[in-house]
Nanobody, 123 residues
Framework: QLVESGGGLVRTGGSLRLSCVASGRAFNQYAMAWFRQYPGEERDFVAGIGYLGPSTYYSDSVKGRFTISRDNTKNTVYLQMNNLKPEDTAVYYC??????????????????WGQGTQVTVSS
């Protein structure tokens, strides 16, 4: 089970940090990722982090502004979002893929999903 938190309302240029806590013992065997979803659209890959090492990968739209990290001692993955823009407004989901890597961008490759957290950026 994955549980996200940290969403909210922020102004353009502001920052938020999302957290996703996983239950279970095998967290360090899962690559983790963040996706976001706009109304009426599929979930889009935002950022991923591998399970074997510190490799990370970002979509072009967030590269240089967002940072994904994980703390295996806390079964938690984070998404630090800086310099937020109105187009970042979406529901953000964390996802887990067993023994995968940071470059897995297809939502169909992920085994578990959180319930989502709303991020709203006002102009």
């Amino acid at each position: 089970q994955l549980v996200e938190s940290g969403g909210g309302l922020v102004r353009t240029g502001g920052s938020l940090r999302l957290s996703c806590v996983a239950s279970g013992r095998a967290f360090n065997q899962y690559a983790m990722a963040w996706f976001r979803q706009y109304p009426g659209e599929e979930r889009d890959f935002v950022a991923g982090i591998g399970y074997l090492g510190p490799s990370t990968y970002y979509s072009d739209s967030v590269k240089g502004r967002f940072t994904i990290s994980r703390d295996n001692t806390k079964n938690t993955v984070y998404l630090q979002m800086n310099n937020l823009k109105p187009e970042d407004t979406a529901v953000y989901y964390c996802a887990a893929a067993f023994e995968s890597n940071a470059y897995t961008t297809s939502n169909r490759a992920y085994d578990y999903w959180g319930q989502g957290t709303q991020v709203t950026v006002s102009s």
